[in-house]
């Protein structure tokens, strides 16, 4: 087997994550905002745990499709038709939650806020979430963003999103009592966008 047939198209910060140990065999996971499934082929195939929700109909579909075929045993109801700030999980399901490129989809802050706290609701204590997203950290020269108001801006391929900055996914993770695995890491897409993995472990109380 390839590595690319092992682990698919996932996302390097999310590989390096398993790399180190932080994501195991045996985990729980639920992907928030699973799309077709590229962060989770290599989970299902390892046979974790896997939980997901999109609001696409179709990726859930193809989602299921993937689970049936490399993790047949795995039901199929693991995977649902819903948002990111609705999810229709137990509190503290999940040892890992992963919201990849979802978050900077917010409306504004107050939805961004409801999106983190869901997010950390199904998280159990001492789990981790792992959040790639767009944000303002890193941008200079070559990247412009037109403000729109209320946290979003247009991007340069048009698209209008919510972009967090380093105080803001601070605030954050005071607010919810976590602690940061690692320092933010923002990747600058020449000319275009960037984009931040902020992991944060969940206190055990």
């Avoid at 179709?58 to 049936?68: D, H, I, L, Q, S």
């Avoid at 045993?73 to 700030?85: D, I, K, R, T």
């Amino acid at each position: 087997m390839t590595l690319q047939e092992q682990f698919g198209n996932i996302d390097i910060y999310l590989f390096d994550q398993i790399l180190r140990g932080n994501i195991a065999p045996g985990m729980r996971v639920v992907d928030a905002g699973c799309g077709g499934g590229r962060n989770i082929a290599y989970l299902l195939r390892e046979a974790y745990e896997v939980f997901g929700v999109d609001t696409s109909a179709e990726a859930v579909a193809a989602v299921r499709k993937m689970a049936g075929r490399l993790a047949p045993g795995l039901p199929s109801e693991n995977f649902q038709v819903a948002g990111v700030e609705a999810m229709p999980f137990p509190d503290a399901l999940a040892d890992v939650v992963v919201c990849h490129s979802v978050l900077h989809f917010a409306r504004d802050e107050a939805h961004l806020d409801a999106m983190v706290r869901e997010l950390w609701r199904v998280l159990r204590p001492g789990g981790m979430l792992f959040c790639r997203l767009a944000s303002q950290i890193g941008a200079g020269k070559g990247i412009a963003f037109e403000p729109l108001g209320q946290g979003r801006f247009r991007m340069s391929h048009g698209a209008e999103w919510f972009l967090v900055d380093e105080a803001m996914l601070m605030g954050l993770t005071q607010m919810l009592a976590g602690e940061l695995v690692d320092p933010l890491k923002t990747t600058v897409v020449q000319g275009q966008r960037c984009m931040t993995t902020w992991v944060v472990r969940k206190g055990l109380v």
